[in-house]
């Protein structure tokens, strides 16, 4: 890795709050955000506005024996005699969960990293003089999840450039002659329809001024199944099969 004096200071935070840098890179972050300011921001605004995306996440009640076979494998607990009936066994397998949690992280890191990139390349090259930064109350997001609680899209939303980055979290079974249609719902209004997105690919929307000045924080995002082309009506004529609602980032 190059030394983060080399690098773009919004890269830098952006991979330091998704958490993808090794022991040592990380060190090395932090002892350069230090002493350089502007890093030090970066960081903290990458913090904020990747929050909201976990704070979507529906907590999960544990069943009380996967944590009682949690306490037994630190010592807390006797060694069972027995082994656990075959059909509990796979739920109560530490491993299985280590597995699928370390799995999950991924996912989300991944998905994260691919909402960056994507902003990055809609904006070009970074240029070769300083830029003055974003204010804050620039960007928003959303998680579009199945009633469930499956997150099935992510939605970031540059205000600044009245910019929309779509970017799938699963790949969403749509059938060849349906389409997947993105819609705004401010509080106590009709949806507006945002245009059709491809549902297993990242999209990017150019969002007209009449649309921003309807985004808040109590708005909220929905997909529907349209015909090709998007709804005939001007409504969702379809079943909506996510929603998600707005959150406003520094």
Avoid: C
Avoid at 13 to 37: F, I, N
Avoid at 141 to 146: E, I, M, N, P, S
Avoid at 184 to 200: N, R, S, T, W
Wanted: glycine fraction near 6%; charge should be neutral; aromatic fraction near 4%.
């Amino acid at each position: 890795m190059s030394t983060p004096a080399d690098r773009d200071p919004e890269l830098s935070g952006a991979e330091y709050a998704l958490g993808v840098l090794d022991a040592h890179e990380r060190r090395a972050v932090e002892r350069a955000a230090e002493a350089d300011p502007v890093l030090r921001a970066a960081i903290e605004r990458w913090q904020d506005r990747l929050a909201p995306l976990a704070g979507d996440l529906r907590p999960l009640a544990v069943p009380a024996r996967v944590w009682t076979r949690i306490e037994r494998d630190l010592g807390f607990l006797p060694a069972r005699d027995t082994p656990p009936p075959a059909a509990l066994a796979w739920w109560s397998n530490l491993r299985l969960w280590r597995v699928v949690g370390v799995g999950a992280s991924m996912a989300a890191v991944a998905l994260a990293i691919v909402n960056v990139v994507v902003l990055r390349e809609a904006r070009g090259p970074a240029p070769a003089t300083p830029v003055a930064l974003a204010p804050a109350g620039t960007y928003m997001v959303a998680t579009l999840a199945r009633p469930d609680g499956v997150a099935h899209w992510t939605a970031t939303v540059d205000l600044r450039r009245s910019e929309m980055v779509i970017v799938p979290a699963v790949k969403p079974a749509i059938r060849a002659d349906r389409a997947t249609e993105l819609w705004l719902i401010p509080p106590g209004e009709k949806p507006i329809a945002l245009g059709v997105f491809p549902a297993d690919a990242p999209a990017r929307m150019s969002l007209p001024p009449a649309v921003v000045a309807q985004l808040s924080a109590r708005a909220v995002l929905a997909v529907s199944i349209e015909p090709p082309g998007g709804s005939p009506t001007g409504q969702p004529t379809g079943p909506v099969v996510a929603t998600g609602p707005m959150h406003a980032t520094a």
